[in-house]
């Protein structure tokens, strides 16, 4: 069976002007490139942990939903600033995070926010 490429992206940090603008340009290019699912992690990784995800394309219909995306105030898929330990610390974390991520058959992770997340 083949491997489907699916993306997942996630926002965390502070919502600046540009948070939902990158969110925007993310999901246009996934579906340019031939991406199958893009799903948007609920409140950065800790939505991940739980599981709290949605698949994008319930969300964003037409060019004009990327449009207005675009300009949308705050985060649209909500922030958190959970910072993951290091994996020596709770190698358990990762584990469960790459199992979430091969159950939706995740190929490429995107996570937008600034130098916390960056870490993360």
């Known amino acids: 069976m083949d491997r489907k490429r699916n993306i997942i992206v996630g926002q965390s940090g502070g919502p600046t002007s540009v948070i939902n603008s990158s969110l925007a340009g993310v999901y246009k290019n996934a579906k340019e490139r031939g991406f199958h699912k893009v799903y948007g992690m609920l409140h950065g990784v800790q939505g991940l942990l739980d599981e709290q995800y949605v698949d994008l394309s319930t969300q964003i219909h037409s060019d004009m ?6 300009r949308t105030p705050s985060a649209f898929l909500g ?3 959970y910072k993951l330990p290091e994996i020596h610390e709770q190698p358990e974390l990762y584990e469960r995070i790459f199992a979430i991520l091969d159950k939706l058959e995740i190929e490429t992770f995107i996570y937008i926010g600034g130098n916390d997340s960056m870490d993360t």
Do not use: Y
């Not at 939903?65 to 675009?70: H, P």
């Open 65 to 70: 939903d990327i449009e207005l995306l675009k």
């Open 79 to 81: 922030s958190c600033r």
